[in-house]
């Protein structure tokens, strides 16, 4: 205490500075007109609007109150708008820190550069078919190993892990460390996805972030890293903690999940569910088994019965035959006796019957000379006619003297 007497300052409070400070701020910045882009604009359920107003160079918080009650519903602002608000700069003493109180919103509308640049390179890559559905591949169902591009020092990590490890203990998980905000965050993305392309052995890769401002997320929203996922051979999930929202890394990706929580629990199968579904599937196979066997059995059985029934059929059969042999053995010899003493009565009859064998025993054949029709009564022809009579051997020509 003795050296701080001696000194020739007033020593003050931190709550007397700040309060000096508010007087200060509050005095100058009373009624003024500020100009930004929109970012982080948060409303709670108290109707209350938490954002920050930011241009190239700086940024501050902003806050209206009972902004849903004072503003047309629907006309809440959004990440990336160009606003002016009017209202006074105050100091929140709490905190130490200054802010923007709304007290209206004077004009609306314009895009900031931030979210324009986000929309145009959206459009780029859009067209370019790195949006495609039909490239994206689905997620394995059992990967042996998960690639996790992100902080190691965000809260983000911690929730994976603890999601992944509570699901599947002994999964594997290789953590390539970025950092996930600012200038040098898009390069290291990228190359921890070319990083787990190259080494191979990990089947699915999770790139993502807790959630943030649109400035904070503009990493994820780089065309480097946009190209990297689409080159990727290994499925890449977008896990950015965003879940309105989306961002160039959602759209390319071939998997969006809301937050890095939900992204570890899509990518990991829970491995008790695993093995009650493995039990559960051997104790139905072992069923299915156990009631083939069964049945086997009962065909097996039924069978030999049928097979029994079958021999006696069989040999009922057999004697059948044996009698059928016999019949035909001693009853086909009198069978051809008898056709054949049959054959050789027709045969006889037959040359009985051939007009050659009449015509030796002296008969003869008459037939008219020009037409060759036989004569069978003298009234059948006419005086002067010629005939041809046919004899045993040759023929003779003859003209009808008179009838």
Request: with cysteine.
């Amino acid at each position: 205490m003795d050296a701080i007497s001696e000194w020739r300052f007033e020593v003050l409070t931190v709550s007397e500075v700040t309060s000096s400070i508010k007087q200060l701020i509050g005095g100058r910045f009373r009624n003024v007109c500020v100009e930004g882009e929109v970012s982080n604009a948060k409303l709670y359920p108290s109707g209350h609007l938490y954002f920050t107003l930011k241009d190239d160079a700086a940024m501050m918080k902003a806050v209206a109150f009972n902004y849903q009650a004072r503003f047309a519903e629907g006309a809440l602002i959004r990440d990336g708008d160009l606003i002016v608000c009017e209202g006074r700069v105050d100091v929140y003493e709490k905190r130490g820190e200054y802010q923007l109180i709304v007290n209206n919103i004077i004009a609306q509308g314009n895009q900031g550069a931030l979210y324009a640049k986000f929309l145009a390179l959206k459009e780029k890559l859009f067209r370019e078919g790195l949006f495609d559905e039909g490239r994206k591949r689905p997620l394995p169902l059992l990967p042996v190993a998960v690639g996790i591009v992100t902080s190691p020092a965000g809260a983000a990590i911690r929730d994976m892990l603890k999601v992944i490890y509570g699901k599947f203990p002994n999964i594997a998980v290789l953590v390539y460390p970025v950092k996930v905000q600012g200038d040098e965050a898009a390069p290291e993305i990228v190359e921890g996805i070319e990083y787990f392309n190259a080494i191979g052995g990990v089947d699915v890769i999770i790139a993502g972030r807790g959630g943030g401002s649109l400035e904070d997320l503009a990493p994820f929203n780089d065309e480097s890293v946009a190209r990297a996922i689409y080159a990727s051979k290994v499925p890449i999930v977008s896990a950015v903690g965003h879940e309105i929202d989306f961002t160039i890394a959602d759209f390319v990706a071939d998997v969006r999940a809301p937050t890095p929580t939900a992204a570890a629990d899509m990518v990991v199968q829970d491995k008790r569910e695993l093995l009650n579904l493995i039990e559960g599937m051997k104790d139905a196979l072992l069923q299915r088994i156990g009631e083939r066997i069964e049945r086997s059995r009962f065909l097996l059985y039924q069978g030999m019965a049928e097979l029994k029934e079958r021999k006696d059929f069989f040999i009922s059969s057999r004697m059948y035959l044996d009698e059928l042999s016999g019949s035909l053995i001693h009853g086909f010899p009198k069978y051809f006796r008898d056709k054949q003493v049959a054959v050789e009565s027709l045969s006889q009859r037959l040359r009985d019957l051939n007009p050659e064998n009449i015509l030796r025993r002296g008969y003869s054949i008459t037939m008219k000379s020009d037409t060759g029709s036989i004569v069978y009564g003298p009234d059948e022809v006419t005086a002067g006619e010629g005939l041809t009579v046919r004899l045993h051997k040759g023929e003779l020509g003859v003209t009808v003297a008179e009838k």
